[in-house]
């Protein structure tokens, strides 16, 4: 089992930053990759960003790419998500996701809301 745990999320104004973290333990030399998604009030959960663990090869949604960048810290088993320029549609609850052994397990969820 792979266990993950967000944070870093609040309340920002437009053109601000932020940096979402996801820790994970538990059995993390099993994942082979971990992403972002997240999801906005009514609206169904959307990729936002993902890493593939062993090459560091990162992809992006066309709406964040540019402004958001994933990196990871294998020492502490954490990545992170930090976002800049963010706009009022960037507001969902961010979730951090890990693939490993055929399984997608999910975090819990942070909320990022930005205001105009």
């Known amino acids: 089992q792979v266990q993950l745990v967000e944070s870093g999320g609040g309340l920002v104004q437009a053109g601000g930053s932020l940096r979402l973290s996801c820790v994970a333990s538990g059995r993390t030399s099993s994942i082979y990759a971990m992403g972002w998604f997240r999801q906005a009030p009514g609206k169904e959960r959307e990729f936002a960003a993902s890493?593939?663990?062993?090459?560091?090869?990162?992809y992006y949604a066309d709406s964040v790419k540019g402004r958001f960048t994933f990196s990871r810290d294998n020492a502490k088993n954490t990545v992170y998500l930090q976002m800049n320029s963010l706009k009022p549609e960037d507001t969902a609850v961010y979730y951090c996701?890990?693939?490993?052994?055929?399984?997608?397990?999910w975090g819990q969820g942070t909320q990022v809301t930005v205001s105009s």
């Open positions: 996701n890990a693939d490993y052994s055929g399984t997608r397990t």
């Open positions: 890493i593939n663990w062993r090459g560091g090869t990162t």
